[in-house]
Each structure stands twice: as structure tokens, then as C-alpha cells.
């Protein structure tokens, strides 16, 4: 082992065969494999696949959606794994043995999934698709993917699973994915900012992040605040509470804040709370209309959202655990407003839950993680689990949870010290105690569609809270019809 530059797997196998020198005897075949991406890492030169005499080489190939370089490990964990899933092939007595292809690039979630349709419809599904758990409903019952429900006992890496995180791929009952890694969706804040807003003061906001989580600061004050600050010209109108500028699942969260549900436990069908959804919408009404918010729906990314929030122009925000390393590196950082990049952001920013809807509530949070699913066409879903097992370790999982920013799976994470090296990490792994996900059924589209059209009407005075909330309930009930429940 050692620590270079070197080109990873694309999968070039040279196939030497072993000639004993004494002659005669059989000997096993040498396949030798060289990868293909480029990562600064401790990696393996070479690996040697020995095959038995009459045994088989299973090569596994896995699709992953990454963003390089930081996301790499995704598919790349995978490789690593070859060594030791031979190993207890050959320690357990079969002759089979594997190699790992990866396909792996940044291609939106849902274009890979339509990708990976076609290819099944050709029978050329890969064995291994990595992509959001909001997929798995879809997949399961259009028959591409099979449950892992009867496997996963069976490899013990799976054991140390954060158990709650298993509620993101199970459908109708059963396990279907596994988890490659997960965030938090936290509500960031500008502590200079804060302080100067009128009945605020140092003590106070060090001891926000801890108020959220008891339930004693809710959404109703966070706008308080917000608007206290636009009125004391702490900050300009418009920029007390911000949030993503398109569609996305972050919405959804603040939905879950008012005590809304998204799938039926019994039947698998999607439900839409009518008391919910008035809750959410009038929150956003108040934003929009007195002040503490922005219409910031369209501001766009690059020119918008990223230099307002961390260029000191916005007091309350919510964003992705895995933005703090992207606003460090680019906009923090030297590359745009240079101003110490992590070690600011520590300095003059807090960070929390999103605060309850009422006082004495739960605050919540919203996770989407990605998992590997098994193709139906697999011809050795065994083999396909246990490399993937092999990526879901401590050492494995936290080298792409601290270069991506991505919160750790597994329990012993906690503890793990190079996890627990990276600072951020490490403070908000607590919010998966408080956590949602998106409902895995294959017409959550429908409905977040809808619910962010209605927000967008509410936005620029089209819809009040009330009407947004019955545009929502018509249009799923046209759409959907007895596939949603209204509640």
C-alpha cells in the first residue's frame, strides 16, 4: 500500500496462466486488475484474483451517482472490498471470485434510474445501482430491484447499522437497499448578525442550537426574529430566513415540522395532511408577506442562494450538512469572499434543527440518503451484497463521510477516530435522532410537485395558505386518485 496518484479501475484484466515448473500439475489462473479514476489515496498497486481450477469470475458491476472528487468513495469503497470478499470465499470453500467494475459519474438521480431501466429492459441491468431511497418503491414494484430482507442477517457489517436509518429503504414491510451514507438538513444561522437583533445578546444565540432541540424556540420565533431584524436593519427585507431556491426535498422537512405524514404504514399509499400542509403554508404566507423571508424561489444558486447565505447577507437559512465543506471550500474560502473558509464558518455561525412548529414540540430534521439496490437480473446477488458489505465499515464509510460531508451509518462511527476528527461531522450526527425521510412510493413526485407549485403561487400573492392547501388536495386527487390519501 501506499499513498499516489493513481489510475483506478475501468476494469483491464490480464489473464495470465500459471505454468508450474515441474510441469503437468494444474495451477490457478492470475487475473490481474488495474482501476481507473484518478484519487489522491492510499490504494493498492495491484490486485491479484487467484481462481481456482474450475472455478468462476464473477465480475460485479455497480453504477454510482457522485459528484467528483469528493463524492469518489462511493463506487470506489467497492473496489476495496474485492480483497476481502475473496478472502472468505476461499476461508469458506468457494471457488468463485469477483471483480468490481465501476460506472460512476455526477448524471442526475432520476436520468440514472431511467438509464438503468432501459439497460434492464435490454438484460443489461448492472448488479449494483446506487441512487436515492426514494427510488426503491418504484423499482420493487416494477420487479428491478429484489428485497434484501432475507440477506442482510447474514453479513455482519449490516448489524452496526443506526437503526432508525433503515426506515429509508424499507417498502411495504421489507429491506431493500443499503445505506451508503446519509446528511442532516440543518437551519444555519449568523451569530453577528444575531446578536444585534433587539432582545438578542452573545449568551443567547450560543445557547440557540440548544433551546431548538428542547423545543423551546420554534418556527413562529425563528420569524420573530427575523422580522426583528429587518425592522432594526440588522439585515435588508427579505433576508431573515432563506431557503433553496428550486424544488427539492428540503421543503418537505417543514411539512414533517407541522406534524404532516407521507405514506400509509399499512397500505404503502402516499397521504397528504390537510392540517399540515395549512400549517406549512401559512408559515411561508408570513415569510413572504411581512418581511422576515424573500422570495427566494428562483434566485438561482450560484448568483443567488451560495453568496447571500455565506456572505453575511442573510441571518437564518436552511441548507445541507454536506454544503458546510462546499461553502468552506468555494465561497468561504479564497476562491470567492476569502474569509477563512471553515474556521470562519465556525466562528460566526450556529447551526440546529429546524425548530418546532409549536413550543414544547419536536423540532425535526429531513435526511435523504442514497443506497445500493440489487438488480433483479443480478446472477449473483450474493456476491453483490457482500462487496457492498465490504464498503459498509467504519474505516470504509467514514472516508467518504469527511470528504464529502456526509454524516456517518453506523454506530460505531461515534467513536471511530477519524471520524470523530472532523468536528462538524461529529456535532450534528445527533439529528438523526430526529430524522424523516421521503416516502419510498413511486408517485412521491406527483405530490412534492404539487405541494411546490402551491408554494409558489403563495410566494408571489396567488394563493392564500388555505388555497394553496385545496390546489394540493385537487391536484392529487386528479392525479392519483385512490393512490393518495387525504387526510
Known sequence: MQKRLLPLLTLLIGLSLLVAACGGAATPETIIVVETQIVEVEVPVEVEVEVPVGGELVTIVARCRARPPTEDWRCNNLLFGVAAVNAELEAAGDTRRVVVET????????????????????????????????????????????????????????????????????????????????????????????????????????????????????????????????????????????????????????????????????????????????????????????????????????????????????LFWAGGSWQWAEWADQWTGPSNFNLGGESYQFENWGYGLYPAAVAGGSPTTLSHPLAYLISSQSEHPDLALAVIAKATTDEANTRHAINSTHLGILTTQASYAPYVSAVFLTDVLYMLDFTNFLPNNPNWGTQQQATFDALSAVQVGEFTAQEAVDFVVDTLQTQLGDDIIIR
Open 103 to 314: 460506472i460512476q459519474d455526477n448524471t442526475d438521480f432520476g436520468d440514472i434510474m431511467q438509464e438503468f431501466a432501459l439497460a434492464f429492459e435490454d438484460g443489461q441491468a448492472p448488479d449494483i445501482v446506487l441512487t436515492g431511497h426514494e427510488f426503491i418503491g418504484t423499482e420493487a414494484t416494477a420487479g428491478r430491484i429484489i428485497s434484501l430482507e432475507s440477506m442482510i442477517a447474514d453479513y455482519p457489517e449490516f448489524d452496526n447499522m443506526i437503526d432508525g436509518l433503515w426506515e429509508a429503504v424499507t417498502f411495504k414491510g421489507e429491506r431493500w437497499g443499503i445505506l451508503q451514507d446519509t446528511e442532516a438538513r440543518p437551519i444555519f444561522w449568523d451569530k453577528n448578525l444575531l446578536a444585534a437583533v433587539p432582545g438578542w445578546d452573545a449568551a443567547r444565540v450560543d445557547g440557540l442550537s440548544d433551546e431548538i432541540r428542547a423545543g423551546n424556540f420554534t418556527l413562529s420565533d425563528m420569524l420573530d426574529a427575523a422580522e426583528a431584524a429587518v425592522a432594526a436593519g440588522v439585515v435588508n427585507k427579505g433576508m431573515g430566513f432563506w431557503m433553496r431556491p428550486s424544488n427539492g426535498a428540503d421543503f418537505t422537512a417543514l411539512y414533517y415540522a407541522f406534524g404532516g405524514d407521507t405514506i400509509d404504514s399499512d397500505t404503502g399509499k402516499l397521504v397528504y395532511d390537510t392540517a399540515a400542509g395549512l400549517g406549512f403554508y401559512e408559515f411561508f404566507e408570513r415569510g413572504f408577506t411581512d418581511g422576515g423571508s424573500f422570495g427566494f424561489l428562483g434566485a438561482g444558486w450560484g448568483d443567488g442562494y451560495h453568496p447571500a447565505v455565506s456572505g453575511g447577507d442573510v
